[in-house]
């Protein structure tokens, strides 16, 4: 164990013995998801690096205290890329918190999410001790395949140390199609074209100034696009312009989320099939109609949660309204299998509970 580890290892074991509550914390970037974080910060900012990159091989290991922007760089520099797009909100980033969080950008519908991507993780559990999980192949896994388990765990089994991940080549080719539809017409649309040899990657709809638009973006082999453009039809965009919008889409930067002002985020996750919800509010949809993001006033996302629930989804308060506190609970809670489940592993990982559970179940 290397001295950056074995500080972090003894700061873990401290704790465990002094029944101190640790938060894990990477750059911040992503402090409002997830309840209120509390407890004493545990940086990872000193476990930094690329541990092995192999291009050919499309796997790369890279410590959890690595900026994102880094490993985007290096990898970019080979012509491949994260595919499933993940938000960076603001600058500093860090791989472990891009795992611990499980977010993931526009394409995540098409190219999956970051669990599908994590081949092996190594984690400090509450009792400091250095685990491995995984490797650096696809078929590795036997009983509970732990490495994909962190992925949106926010830090409640251990600190993230280092991790695995399957990386892609760039698409050759990549265009932008506008289509001037209502909502209905728009999720229509997505399923239809989701059930055909087509080279989809990303979609949103929204509607703005009084009229709804659904983008579509297409990437793949070049002769594959170019076919699906002249199928397809719509309003070709600028490459420039439309790589400008996605990368605002995948922060949540643009005009649709910039509008909040004194609302609350929620994200709903329903079947790509649900039909329009029961809502009021015009939505920002995204993953082929699976993300549907709403803006409320406080205090009235349970109508939003109910919507969701009859979809045959769950609904996420997402960002507080101007950061502002509030006793709605972030996440749905858990059905009693699954926090069986949750519970368990928490005991087997942390059984002094170090490490800050209520971000994830503020009841536990």
């Not at 600190?159 to 209502?182: N, Q």
Request: hydrophobic share 40%.
């Amino acid at each position: 164990m290397d001295p950056a580890l074995r500080q972090i290892a003894e700061r873990i074991r401290a704790a465990a013995a002094e029944r101190t509550v640790l938060r894990i914390r990477g750059a911040g970037t992503k402090d409002f998801y997830g309840e209120p974080p509390r407890g004493e910060p545990l940086s990872t900012g000193e476990l930094q690096g690329l541990v092995s990159y192999e291009p050919s091989e499309l796997v790369v290991t890279v410590r959890a205290g690595t900026p994102l922007a880094a490993l985007e760089a290096a990898l970019a520099a080979q012509g491949q890329c994260l595919p499933f797009e993940p938000p960076r909100f603001e600058q500093g980033g860090t791989v472990g918190g891009m795992v611990a969080a499980g977010l993931s950008g526009p394409a995540r519908a098409s190219a999956g999410a970051v669990r599908d991507y994590v081949l092996g993780a190594q984690l400090l559990n509450g009792r400091g001790e250095l685990l491995s999980f995984g490797g650096q192949v696809m078929k590795n896994v036997a009983g509970y395949d732990v490495s994909r388990v962190l992925a949106g765990s926010l830090g409640v089994l251990g600190l993230i140390t280092e991790v695995s991940l399957k990386v892609l080549p760039v698409p050759p080719a990549e265009a932008t199609l506008v289509f001037d539809c209502h909502q209905a017409d728009a999720l229509r649309l997505l399923n239809g074209w989701g059930g055909q040899p087509l080279p989809l990657n990303a979609s949103r709809w929204t509607h703005e100034q009084g009229q709804g638009r659904l983008w579509l973006r297409l990437r793949g082999a070049t002769a594959a696009v170019a076919a699906a453009c002249t199928r397809l039809g719509g309003e070709r965009q600028d490459d420039a312009q439309a790589r400008s919008d996605w990368e605002a889409a995948r922060d949540l930067r643009l005009p649709w989320f910039d509008a909040r002002q004194g609302k609350e985020l929620w994200r709903l996750s329903v079947p790509q099939t649900a039909p329009v919800l029961p809502l009021e509010e015009p939505p920002l949809i995204e993953w082929h109609g699976g993300q549907r993001w709403y803006q409320v006033a406080p205090g009235e996302g349970e109508r939003l949660r109910e919507a969701a629930r009859s979809a045959g989804g769950h609904a996420t308060l997402f960002m507080t309204a101007d950061g502002a506190g509030t006793a709605t609970r972030r996440f749905d809670a858990l059905s009693a299998p699954l926090k069986r489940i949750h519970e368990a592993l928490m005991r087997e990982f942390d059984p002094h509970a170090v490490f800050d559970r209520a971000r994830l179940f503020p009841t536990t």
